[in-house]
Nanobody, 119 residues
Framework: QVQLVESGGGLVQAGGSLRLSCAAS????????MAWFRQAPGKERAFVAS????????RYAESVKGRFTISRDNAKNTVYLQMNDLKPEDTAVYYC????????????WGQGTQVTVSS
């Protein structure tokens, strides 16, 4: 099992940048694929980006391609989301999630961190 704690959210103007971090507990972090999701007010939670266990494979939602970068540091048990050129529509609560080996769903979630982008 893994516990996840996000940090790094805040208020930023459009065009600005933020870096989110997600710290994981436990010694088996490298056995989990990791992802970021977000939930805007009145909307369902949506996929943002994912990274494979080794960090070699990444995927992005079309809406963030070219602006966001997901990465991980297995030595630090941390996954990051670098967000550049932020837009008001990026405003949401951002969650990190972990997917265990052989499982198709993300079963472990953090508490979320608020990102607000002002126009």
């Amino acid at each position: 099992q893994v516990q996840l704690v996000e940090s790094g959210g805040g208020l930023v103007q459009a065009g600005g940048s933020l870096r989110l971090s997600c710290a994981a507990s436990g010694r088996t972090f490298s056995r989990y694929a990791m992802a970021w999701f977000r939930q805007a007010p009145g909307k369902e939670r949506a996929f943002v980006a994912s990274v494979s266990r080794s960090g070699g494979i990444t995927r992005y939602a079309e809406s963030v391609k070219g602006r966001f970068t997901i990465s991980r540091d297995n030595a630090k048990n941390t996954v990051y989301l670098q967000m550049n050129d932020l837009k008001p529509e990026d405003t949401a609560v951002y969650y990190c999630a972990a997917q265990a080996v052989g499982i198709t769903t993300y079963d472990y979630w953090g508490q979320g961190t608020q990102v607000t982008v002002s126009s």
